[in-house]
């Protein structure tokens, strides 16, 4: 079967850093994508991972490792606005995106 | 950035009504669009992929003919809930992919069904 694996929720403080972890079982792998959804809303792309490795994007970062199955979304400075709903998500051999559950993270000031 | 656009956004109908979702891409050809389909608090499920011109490809346990897919052009795909319950009411995203872009899908901004 497929499984993409994230804690469901996640608390932090205006200022911090967190670090969101994703594990994952596909039937293959074509990609990882990183996506903030605020409630009722559409999903916002935030980050494309295919090769090991971290990519910074401003406050946010994503790392991958294929060979673990792994890859964790990492935000800094963290901000009000930054309370939402992050999915983890993984493109397999038949080019389909598999989401994980999500993390709802909620900052407090 | 590539948009999107969903109509309607919310809607409520009866229960045995049939409900058109439209997903338009407005400022590129989407070659693939998906639908998804996400209850409160849990992640999108792919219910079915669509290429222009040719039928969808429905996941497993996803029924074709309740959840009609048209996706007519490069630009337009449609899906119809026909004879809508009330375990239908969920929240409805679709999204889109153009084939110059391999990797990275544009979602829309969803449509909220309640079916009384």
């Known amino acids: 079967g497929q499984n993409i694996d994230q804690p469901t929720e996640m608390t932090a403080t205006e200022g911090a850093i967190v670090q969101i972890n994703c594990t994952y079982q596909?039937?293959?792998?074509?990609?990882l994508f990183w996506y903030q959804q605020h409630a009722g809303e559409a999903p916002t792309f935030l980050s494309y991972?295919?090769?090991?490795g971290l990519e910074e994007k401003g406050r946010f970062s994503s790392f991958l490792s294929r060979s673990k199955g792994y890859s964790y979304l990492l935000l800094k400075e963290l901000q009000m606005k930054d309370s939402a709903s992050y999915l983890c998500a993984v493109r397999n051999n038949t080019d389909k995106l598999i989401f994980g559950t999500g993390t709802r993270l909620q900052v407090f000031p | 950035g590539a948009v999107v656009s969903q109509h309607p956004s919310r809607v409520i109908c009866k229960s045995g009504t049939s409900v058109k979702i439209e997903c338009r891409s407005l400022?590129?050809?989407?070659?693939?669009m998906f639908w998804y389909r996400q209850f409160p608090k849990k992640s999108l499920m792919l219910m079915a992929t669509?290429?222009?011109?040719?039928?969808?490809?429905?996941e497993q346990g996803v029924e074709k003919d309740k959840f009609l897919i048209n996706h007519a052009s490069l630009t337009l795909s449609t899906l119809t809930v026909t004879s809508a319950h009330p375990e239908d009411s969920s929240f409805y995203i679709c999204s889109a992919r153009s084939s110059g872009s391999k990797y990275e899908q544009f979602f829309g901004p969803g449509t909220r069904l309640t079916v009384l």
């Open positions: 596909t039937s293959g792998f074509n990609g």
């Open positions: 400022d590129f050809q989407a070659t693939t």
């Open positions: 669509s290429n222009e011109g040719s039928k969808a490809t429905y």
């Open positions: 991972n295919v090769l090991d």
